[in-house]
């Protein structure tokens, strides 16, 4: 058994997920302690429940102590199986994140699976369901990774009610070295029980400010009528992606502008990759054990992710300076 300080980094759910990916993908019993123990409200979750759940699902896995607030479990994984499920995280908790903790293991799996996942698609701290599809998972191609996910509803928070079919066949991975793609911005503005003309101006101010950079642009407008209400806006050119969502008092413009404006940041930066993704592909390229990139910022989320990925698969990464970006590699 591999013990696991869940306070270790940022000590959030990245640890969660990341130790259960990997865990289930080598077979690997390991006991999670100091859950989340910095947090407000400290301990599981039911996002993290569920992306556990499922995992546990997968690989005929034995959890001790799955239960909401609880700061420790062992989870002792089986081999990981092709399988199709339904899952409801019951709140606007993250899919995306949820999916982060399957999609590794997927790769492995001994045939495919296909989930249908009810929850949150564009909620605060994790990424949108639109970045997962255009930038997370279209860098992961590289890599070989097979997959197909469809957003059928969009769930913002609190009430949630989004609704995404995954599915994703075994893969054989291997390394790739991450270079600067340019392409052309693209993306979509989004609300769901709001005016039409919210995602309209949204859109329409992100492109005001990448056109006066002289930077082309297509953003799609998608106006609903779903479970939840909200609104967002995210874009995307290569393994570089930036997105906003709406929040009471503060003009659709203003959230428009500001995805467009860490948008040009992330193109000036000249990084191949965004510093969302950097720490998301940590451990792709542990599970390879080669391939490298530049990012021009290591999160905390990065360092921890390749604190744990070194734990778990006793491998080593490199972080090297590179002008006014950083390197990481696999050693």
């Not at 006991?31 to 599981?44: C, D, T």
């Not at 045939?111 to 990424?127: A, F, Q």
């Not at 191609?141 to 009430?159: C, S």
Request: glycine share 10%; proline share 3%.
């Amino acid at each position: 058994m591999i013990d696991i300080d869940g306070s270790y980094g940022e000590g959030g759910g990245q640890i969660l997920r990341t130790a259960i990916s990997l865990a289930s993908i080598g077979s690997i019993e390991v006991r999670i302690f100091n859950i989340r123990s910095h947090r407000p409200q400290p301990g599981l979750k039911a996002q993290h429940m569920k992306a556990i759940e499922t995992a546990a699902k997968l690989c005929d896995a034995e959890v001790l102590g799955l239960y909401m607030g609880s700061q420790e479990i062992i989870y002792s994984p089986m081999e990981i199986k092709g399988a199709a499920y339904k899952v409801d995280i019951g709140t606007a908790g993250s899919i995306s994140l949820l999916l982060q903790c399957i999609m590794p293991m997927a790769a492995f799996s001994k045939g495919d699976i296909s989930l249908e996942i009810t929850g949150g698609t564009d909620v605060k701290w994790s990424p949108t369901m639109d970045y997962l599809n255009n930038v997370t998972c279209n860098a992961l191609k590289q890599m070989g990774f097979n997959y197909r996910i469809e957003v059928l509803k969009r769930g913002y928070y609190p009430e949630g009610g989004g609704k995404v079919c995954a599915s994703f066949e075994p893969a054989r991975l291997h390394g790739f070295e991450y270079e600067r793609k340019e392409e052309i911005i693209k993306g979509i503005s989004h609300s769901s029980k709001l005016p039409e003309h919210i995602s309209q101006r949204q859109a329409l101010a992100a492109k005001r400010v990448l056109d006066n950079r002289g930077i082309e642009c297509d953003i799609t407008v998608c106006t609903k009528d779903e479970v939840s209400t909200g609104s967002g806006i995210t874009l995307w050119s290569g393994y570089n992606g930036a997105s906003n969502l709406g929040r009471k008092g503060i003009p659709a413009e203003k959230i428009g502008e500001m995805a467009a404006k860490q948008m040009i940041q992330q193109i000036d930066s000249k990084a191949s990759v965004d510093p969302y993704l950097a720490d998301q592909l940590i451990t792709y390229m542990g599970l390879v054990g080669s391939g490298s990139f530049t990012t021009y910022r290591v999160s905390q989320h990065t360092l921890t992710n390749i604190h744990i990925t070194e734990l778990l698969l006793d491998i080593e990464f490199e972080i090297r300076k590179k002008g006014k970006l950083a390197e990481i590699s696999v050693k």
